[in-house]
T-cell receptor, first 114, second 114 residues
């Protein structure tokens, strides 16, 4: 079963606007990661936030994590047409084996119109 | 630094035929993952290797899927016999170590079973 659920499933905005995607999960995690997938390509790692962190920034990306609500959000500021892609959250579960297994959500498809 | 290499990029086969995919991870990465991504969904882990040993294959349909990582470097995933529902993109990823680390993905192999 999917650990993460993302909202919205699809998002369409104009270039220059901000895009916010949300991810909810069910069980305790070690860390949460966000990945981007352009059409027909593999996934690219964007940012990793650990369970003891609340906010992290990387360029135009801002990620928040609320472990009490079991949710995370990804904010892309000043979006560009090149940001058009699918975005996935992935959770690394907290467990004794700590194998690094990631469970991916269904993804949010973002379209940025020029 | 060379990325994760996969081949072939595309494959079309008939049901009940067999198919094999190849992956060469980033040099020095001990952990290798095979994911299945069905259209419109997030990637699902099929099998994880640490060096040449299997760490997790709980979601690998072992009656038809097999994978090996001889010598702890490149890996092969095989399907025999293929079913229509195996149509998907098969992604290979690697990471430096298991645990709280980002994964680097290859471009994937798009399999169509007719």
């Amino acid at each position: 079963s999917q650990q993460g659920e993302e909202d919205p499933q699809a998002l369409s905005i104009q270039e220059g606007e901000n895009a916010t995607m949300n991810c909810s999960y069910k069980t305790s995690i070690n860390n949460l990661q966000w990945y981007r997938q352009n059409s027909g390509r593999g996934l690219v790692h964007l940012i990793l936030i650990r369970s003891n962190e609340r906010e992290k920034h990387s360029g135009r990306l801002r990620v928040t994590l609320d472990t009490s609500k079991k949710s995370s959000s990804l904010l892309i500021t000043a979006s560009r047409a090149a940001d058009t892609a699918s975005y996935f959250c992935a959770t690394a579960l907290f467990g004794s084996s700590n194998t690094g297994k990631l469970i991916f959500g269904q993804g949010t498809t973002l379209q940025v119109k020029p | 630094e060379a990325g994760v290499a996969q081949s072939p990029r595309y494959k079309i086969i008939e049901k009940r035929q067999s198919v094999a995919f190849w992956c060469n991870p980033i040099s020095g990465h001990a952990t290798l993952y095979w994911y299945q991504q069905i259209l419109g969904q997030g990637p699902k882990l099929l099998i994880q290797f640490q060096n040449n040993g299997v760490v997790d294959d709980s979601q690998l349909p072992k009656d038809r899927f097999s994978a090996e990582r001889l010598k702890g470097v490149d890996s092969t995933l095989k399907i025999q016999p293929a079913k229509l529902e195996d149509s998907a993109v098969y992604l290979c990823a690697s990471s430096l170590e298991p645990g709280a680390y980002e994964q680097y993905f290859g471009p994937g192999t798009r399999l169509t079973v007719t």
